[in-house]
């Protein structure tokens, strides 16, 4: 049994698309969601920030692009205008496009705040929310949609784990 | 002279799904207005009601954030790229 010290779920081979899945998720490989969770992580004490770029449709992320939080606040972050450029551009030259935002949330819940809602740039994208309050980080995910907020599943993919 | 403006994703709907568009002008400023002019759905989004850039769009010339530069005054040439992104930010 590979040990990993967050939740790996191993369904990679029959993933669904979304023609048969309705329900939003964020579908992330289990390298990038360690590189994001890490991000936060060295981040401390400010909040930390990143953009995630992939397979609108699907929900799937194939890159992770860590930022500078602009801000460089333990309360609000602002993605760094030139890493948004750098990662948008990477992105568009391997013909994906960034579907989601990630950052920290150092001493709460991870649940958007009034602020993540006020300004969530885009309906289609997925808003992580990686919450450092506790000693084990917590990584949710959400939708937002003039101004409502649904929470959706975080599957991890982790590719080692599939059988054949 | 032309410069390639390139649109965020939410945009796109009013170009008909076009990433990039040619729009003629000699500054930032020029180039959203012409921009506002063909798809005046983007009006909201870009530009404040008295004509200053929406806090919630980054606007770049090249690799230069124009809040880094002259604002709407800073100048376009032939050439140059003109990139529009969401400002991603929050608490």
Same mark, same amino acid.
């Not at chain 1, 081979?13 to 590189?35: C, F, Q, T």
């Not at chain 1, 990477?90 to 579907?99: F, K, L, P, Q, T």
């Not at chain 1, 980080?137 to 409502?148: F, L, N």
């Given at each position: 049994?590979?040990?990993?010290?967050?939740?790996?779920?191993?369904?990679? =081979?029959? @993933?669904?698309?979304?023609? #048969?899945?309705?329900?939003?998720?964020?579908?992330?490989?289990? *390298?990038?969601? &360690? !590189?994001?969770?890490?991000?936060?992580?060295?981040?401390?004490?400010?909040?930390?920030?990143?953009?995630?770029?992939?397979?609108?449709?699907?929900?799937?992320?194939?890159?992770?692009?860590?930022?500078?939080? =602009?801000? @460089?606040?333990?309360?609000? #972050?602002?993605?760094?205008?030139?890493?948004?450029?750098?990662? *948008?551009?990477? &992105? !568009?030259?391997?013909?994906?496009?960034?579907?989601?935002?990630?950052?920290?949330?150092?001493?709460?819940?991870?649940?958007?705040?009034?602020?993540?809602?006020?300004?969530?740039?885009?309906?289609?994208?997925?808003?992580?929310?990686?919450?450092?309050?506790?000693?084990?980080?917590?990584?949710?995910?959400?939708?937002?949609?003039?101004?409502?907020?649904?929470?959706?599943?975080?599957?991890?993919?982790?590719?080692?784990?599939?059988?054949? | 002279?032309?410069?390639?403006?390139?649109?965020?994703?939410?945009?796109?709907?009013?170009?008909?799904?076009?990433?990039?568009?040619?729009?003629?002008?000699?500054?930032?400023?020029?180039?959203?207005?012409?921009?506002?002019?063909?798809?005046?759905?983007?009006?909201?989004?870009?530009?404040?009601?008295?004509?200053?850039?929406?806090?919630?769009?980054?606007?770049?010339?090249?690799?230069?954030?124009?809040?880094?530069?002259?604002?709407?005054?800073?100048?376009?040439?032939?050439?140059?790229?003109?990139?529009?992104?969401?400002?991603?930010?929050?608490?």
């Amino acid at each position: 049994m590979l040990h990993y010290p967050i939740t790996v779920t191993t369904i990679r =081979a029959s @993933k669904p698309g979304p023609r #048969y899945n309705p329900v939003a998720m964020l579908w992330i490989p289990s *390298d990038l969601h &360690a !590189e994001m969770v890490a991000h936060c992580l060295v981040g401390l004490p400010d909040e930390a920030c990143g953009l995630l770029a992939g397979d609108a449709e699907a929900g799937e992320v194939s890159i992770c692009y860590p930022a500078r939080n =602009a801000a @460089k606040s333990a309360k609000v #972050y602002t993605v760094d205008p030139r890493d948004m450029l750098q990662a *948008d551009k990477d &992105a !568009e030259s391997r013909g994906i496009e960034i579907i989601g935002v990630f950052h920290s949330h150092t001493h709460t819940d991870a649940y958007p705040s009034p602020t993540d809602v006020d300004q969530a740039p885009d309906p289609g994208w997925h808003y992580v929310i990686v919450s450092l309050r506790d000693t084990h980080p917590v990584v949710r995910s959400y939708t937002i949609v003039d101004g409502e907020v649904e929470e959706e599943s975080v599957v991890v993919l982790n590719d080692a784990l599939v059988p054949g | 002279m032309p410069v390639d403006v390139r649109l965020p994703t939410l945009l796109r709907s009013q170009t008909g799904g076009r990433s990039t568009v040619s729009v003629e002008g000699k500054t930032i400023g020029d180039i959203l207005n012409e921009l506002v002019a063909q798809y005046p759905g983007m009006g909201g989004q870009l530009l404040n009601e008295d004509g200053t850039l929406h806090r919630f769009v980054n606007v770049y010339v090249n690799d230069d954030d124009v809040r880094y530069l002259d604002l709407l005054d800073t100048p376009v040439k032939p050439g140059d790229e003109v990139s529009i992104l969401p400002a991603v930010a929050g608490g």
